[in-house]
């Protein structure tokens, strides 16, 4: 089964890039890697997705190298409001299971 | 467009007894994935289903069992509770026309807080 680990947590200060790296080691071939966003008790919210290299929405930017073996999550200028904790997601490239990484959690101070 | 809507929100059981948690899918959704959050093992897929048919099971054992209904409403099972099973219980509800993919983007409810005395 893929391990899917992230940093336990991070600090950051508002108006600072955050970057939060998910290393997948057993991705499925033609899977997407996704990352949520959760705050407590909430449900977690689709943040953004991608299957190579860099995708960039409204709220974030996903950097994925070419071995899919990790990606690299970055919000830029954070606020206060971003402070939550954040997983990646992907499929287990031997089982079809979906698997959440282990979860970050990011604490923004003013 | 209505949310994915869980029901309970909190529930309170002591063990040995069962307990069922219903999750009703946003309209037109046909796939309804089930997950336990703990502080200890994050969140963890239970099973999901499509069109009242279960694709995928996580590693859990045969206490934990579901159903969907033709509305695509979903229900989850925990027979004979353990202090273990206290956790979130998360549903959550996409279009996943494939199975084991995240590409398709998964819509979660609030969860139902199940503590297990």
């Known amino acids: 089964l893929a391990k899917t680990t992230q940093p336990i947590s991070m600090d950051s200060y508002e108006g600072q890039e955050v970057n939060i790296t998910c290393s997948h080691n057993n991705i499925a071939t033609n899977d997407y890697i996704t990352w949520y966003q959760q705050f407590p008790s909430q449900g977690p919210r689709f943040i953004i997705q991608?299957?190579?290299t860099k995708v960039t929405n409204e709220v974030a930017s996903l950097f994925i190298p070419a071995d899919r073996k990790s990606s690299t999550l970055s919000l830029p200028r954070v606020s206060l409001s971003d402070t939550a904790v954040y997983y990646c997601l992907v499929g287990d490239g031997d089982t079809d299971k979906l698997i959440f990484g282990t979860g970050t959690r990011l604490q923004v101070f003013p | 467009k209505a949310g994915v809507t869980q029901t309970p929100r909190y529930l309170i059981k002591t063990r040995g007894q069962q307990v069922t948690l219903s999750c009703s899918p946003i309209?037109?959704?046909?796939?309804v994935s089930w997950y336990q959050q703990t502080p200890g093992q994050g969140l963890q897929f239970l099973f999901e289903y499509f069109s009242e048919t279960q694709r995928n099971k996580g590693n859990f054992p045969g206490r934990f069992s579901g159903r969907q209904f033709s509305n695509s409403r979903s229900e989850m099972n925990v027979s004979t509770l353990e202090l273990g099973d206290s956790a979130l219980y998360l549903c959550?509800?996409?279009?996943?026309?494939?199975?084991?993919?995240?590409?398709?983007?998964?819509?979660f409810g609030p969860g139902t807080r199940l503590t297990v005395l």
């Open positions: 959550a509800s996409s279009l996943a026309t494939t199975a084991g993919s995240s590409y398709n983007e998964q819509f």
């Open positions: 991608g299957y190579k």
């Open positions: 309209s037109g959704h046909r796939s």
